[in-house]
Nanobody, 119 residues
Framework: QVQLVESGGGLVQAGGSLRISCKYS????????MGWYRQAPGKQRELVAT???????NYADSVKGRFTISRDNAKNTVYLQMNSLKPEDTGVYYC?????????????WGQGTQVTVSS
């Protein structure tokens, strides 16, 4: 089991910055990848950024150059630094962790944190 707790969401004006955090309950070495997803009202959940155990990152085209995913192993925390925020970045941001590989992999989700960008 992996418990994920997000924090740091809030209301910010367009062009501003926000950093959200995800604290995980297990050693990072048992987690193959972590990521951030978001869901806007009336839309499907979409990938924002991922970070693998060997530090490879992947970003949605819509956030490339503006968002950065990182982790602090000592604090068991993954961050998403969001700069130059736009109203379309509004949504509930969910932290995700994947343990295991292939058919034996398991996906865990946090409860989400709301990010609202005003125009």
């Amino acid at each position: 089991q992996v418990q994920l707790v997000e924090s740091g969401g809030g209301l910010v004006q367009a062009g501003g910055s926000l950093r959200i955090s995800c604290k995980y309950s297990r050693s990072i070495f048992s987690i193959n990848a972590m990521g951030w997803y978001r869901q806007a009202p009336g839309k499907q959940r979409e990938l924002v950024a991922t970070l693998t155990i060997d530090s490879r990152t992947n970003y949605a085209d819509s956030v490339k150059g503006r968002f950065t995913i990182s982790r602090d192993n000592a604090k068991n925390t993954v961050y998403l630094q969001m700069n130059s925020l736009k109203p379309e970045d509004t949504g509930v941001y969910y932290c995700n962790a994947i343990t295991g590989l292939g058919a034996t992999s398991t996906s865990y989700w946090g409860q989400g944190t709301q990010v609202t960008v005003s125009s």
